[in-house]
T-cell receptor
């Protein structure tokens, strides 16, 4: 399997612009997670999906952030309008839950490094 | 609310040393714990997954232990090598989601 695939790897934009980050989870995985990593706050969970349905979006910082998962093989994280404090590395991860195990092994993509000027 | 702490924040050791990285968590009601490695500018690579019913897992020179009752996990690296230099993160899994520690930045000197 190709692993979790994210695009773009790097994005530089100006304040106020819309940013869309994309993720393709590992085939067969039923959970998808979006994380944000900064030096100050470490890895923060933003939102996660189960079978394409958003389950917990309590980590989404503001209404400027939105995430969708239209099908099992694709998810987007959108920031509109973007601000300099959104600059971070955004990671997508996926897992498969089997049986009574409530959380499966987590696999990460390479991340999308966002810089908002 | 689950909080995960990793000590030390940074560690520098000479090549060949055996070392231990620590991870502690506040809520013992976990389903599993996973250790990751992160190289600069890269994503996280899974090293070891310990289910809540297990006490330890081993992979090559790595051994991870879990003591749920005390809220602790350790990652033991035997005979460290310069290629082991990276940031190591532990993540604790509650229901369906993982909470991450802040990581230990390891440098192994040749």
């Amino acid at each position: 399997d190709a692993g979790v695939i994210q695009s773009p790897r790097h994005e530089v934009t100006e304040m106020g612009q819309e940013v869309t980050l994309r993720c393709k989870p590992i085939s067969g995985h039923d959970y998808l997670f979006w994380y944000r990593q900064t030096m100050m706050r470490g890895l923060e969970l933003l939102i996660y999906f189960n079978n394409n349905v958003p389950i917990d979006d309590s980590g989404m910082p503001e209404d400027r952030f939105s995430a969708k998962m239209p099908n099992a093989s694709f998810s987007t994280l959108k920031i509109q309008p973007s601000e300099p404090r959104d600059s971070a590395v955004y990671f997508c991860a996926s897992s498969f839950v089997e049986g009574l195990d409530r959380t499966g092994e987590l696999f990460f993509g390479e991340g999308s490094r966002l810089t908002v000027l | 609310k689950q909080e995960v702490t990793q000590i030390p924040a940074a560690l520098s050791v000479p090549e060949g040393e055996n070392l231990v990285l620590n991870c502690s968590f506040t809520d013992s009601a976990i389903y599993n714990l996973q250790w990751f490695r992160q190289d600069p500018g890269k994503g996280l690579t899974s090293l070891l997954l310990i289910q809540s019913s297990q006490r330890e897992q081993t992979s090559g020179r790595l051994n991870a232990s879990l003591d749920k009752s005390s809220g602790r996990s350790t990652l033991y690296i035997a005979a460290s090598q310069p290629g082991d230099s990276a940031t190591y993160l532990c993540a604790v899994a509650g229901t369906y989601k993982y909470i991450f520690g802040t990581g230990t930045r390891l440098k192994v000197l040749a």
